[in-house]
Structures are given as C-alpha cells and as structure tokens.
C-alpha cells in the first residue's frame, strides 16, 4: 500500500477544482447571486480585494486535495473510482451536511444549497478521480523507464 502522497496530483487536482469554480459560478452566476440576495456590484464594493479572494479560495484548494489524497491511501488500493467514492462519502458526511444544517438555521432556500453544496460535490468527485488514478512510480520503475 502507497503511504507518501503525490504531491504533484495533489496540485493538479487542486488547479481542477479551482478551475471548476471558475465554470461553476459563471454557469450559475445569476442564480448564485440571487441566492445571496446580492448584485455583481454590490460584491465588489463589499469583497474588497478579488486577488486575495483567488489565493485564498487556491490554498484552500491545495489543503482539500492534501486531505483527500490521504484520505485514499488510508482506504488501500487506490483507483479513480474508488477516489471518487471516498470525495462522495467525506462530501455526504461534512459538507452537504453542514451546508443543509446552516441553510436550515439561516432559512435560505434549497436552490442555493444545490449550488453551493453542488459546487464541492462536483469538485471532490473531479479530485478523488485524479488523485486516486493517479500512480507513482517507484525508484526502480523510474530508473528502469529512463534507461
């Protein structure tokens, strides 16, 4: 069993998940601010600075696909399908959970709950694919591919 995680899949799989929230919030970019009740303008008075907003959304990017990645190889043998199954469960169980619990006390509608619980969802099934999928070659199998 693989004990070391891949920090190059882990950095691959974090730039997808960024990637994805690029997509994801320009397809459901009205229907997210509506869900908020705000307007475009009003969150760029409010969010102050949108670079450190990236950066932030990055690192937090690296530590979800670090977790992840340790995750899987704390389940055995790793493959794209069972990375997902693990970004499916520690979705269900932490995520979508906590969103719902929040929502619920907030009373904020279901809608918004799909698209910002979706968006994590979506990602942590994108990670889990790479991460579990993704196998590193041992010394010997790298010094035998480069002679």
Do not use: D
């Amino acid at each position: 069993m693989k004990t070391k995680v891949n920090w190059t899949a882990v950095i691959v799989a974090a730039v997808a998940h960024f990637l994805l929230g690029a997509v994801w919030f320009t397809i459901f970019q009205q229907a997210w601010l509506n869900g908020i009740g705000k307007t475009m303008e009003q969150l760029r008075l409010e969010a102050g600075s949108a670079t450190l907003a990236y950066i932030v959304a990055f690192l937090c990017n690296i530590v979800m696909a670090r977790v992840l990645a340790q995750v899987i190889l704390a389940t055995g043998e790793t493959s794209g399908f069972q990375g997902m199954k693990v970004g499916m469960f520690i979705w269900a169980g932490f995520v979508a959970t906590t969103f719902m619990t929040e929502y619920a006390f907030e009373a904020r509608h279901i809608s918004i709950w799909a698209i910002n619980a979706g968006y994590p969802l979506v990602g942590l099934l994108i990670m889990g694919g790479i991460l579990g999928a993704w196998k590193t070659k041992t010394p010997a199998e790298a010094s035998r591919a480069a002679a």
